[in-house]
T-cell receptor
């Protein structure tokens, strides 16, 4: 199993450009999450999905959109990138909402995004 | 409100023991996770506590006191490869979402 994979690994955008980050998991997990990680801020939840076709806002959703058209994929879109969106983006997945030692969140390797 | 506090940085010596503390205040609590994150890599699961007490797994142990809103991660026989950030995260169930609230992480540097 590949686990959780993310595409691309690195990207540089200019202000105002758009892009989509792809997350894929092969563990048949229902729940998927998008986080951003900034120095001194820790991991913050952007959006999450509790199943195919459903999405919900997290702590910092502004400027991002998401879609979960297939159970194994969770897409994060930036419609008009801003320098404040320079960050490392992590995708994660879990089997269900009842997180414990047998059902933790698995993280992808991250995407480093720079917006100039 | 929700708040998770842990020290920003710690330094320890190879072979020693180090304790990383985490205090939390959340409106709902259903368990606490510790994750390890090496620089430039993804967080990986270390431990989970839901009941008061100590959970031991090899060189790593994690403790929880629910009444005090307090946890610590204990690393024994430190190795250079333990240099990483350690993230404390609390499960917070509002409805059915399995969300985690993360602290800002503690960067541990292990010196020879």
């Amino acid at each position: 199993n590949a686990g959780v994979t993310q595409t691309p690994k690195f990207r540089v955008l200019k202000t105002g450009q758009s892009m989509t980050l792809l997350c894929a998991q092969d563990m048949n997990h229902e729940y998927m999450y998008w986080y951003r990680q900034d120095p001194g801020m820790g991991l913050r939840l952007i959006h999450y999905s509790v199943g195919e076709g459903t999405t919900a806002k997290g702590e910092v959703p502004d400027g991002y959109n998401v879609s979960r058209l297939k159970k194994q994929n969770f897409l994060l879109g930036l419609e008009s990138a801003a320098p404040s969106q320079t960050s490392v983006y992590f995708c994660a997945s879990s089997y269900s909402a009842s997180l414990d030692r047998d059902n933790e969140q698995f993280f992808g390797p991250g995407t480093r995004l720079t917006v100039l | 409100g929700q708040n998770i506090d842990q020290p920003t940085e710690m330094t320890a010596t190879e072979g020693a023991i180090v304790q990383i503390n985490c205090t939390y205040q959340t409106s709902g609590f259903n368990g606490l996770f510790w994750y390890q994150q090496h620089a430039g890599e993804a967080p990986t699961f270390l431990s989970y506590n839901v009941l008061d007490g100590l959970e031991e797994k090899g060189r790593f142990s994690s403790f929880l006191s629910r009444s005090k809103g307090y946890s610590y991660l204990l690393l024994k026989e430190l190795q250079m490869k333990d240099s990483a950030s350690y993230l404390c995260a609390v499960t917070n169930y509002g409805g059915s979402q399995g969300n985690l609230i993360f602290g800002k992480g503690t960067k541990l540097s292990v010196k020879p």
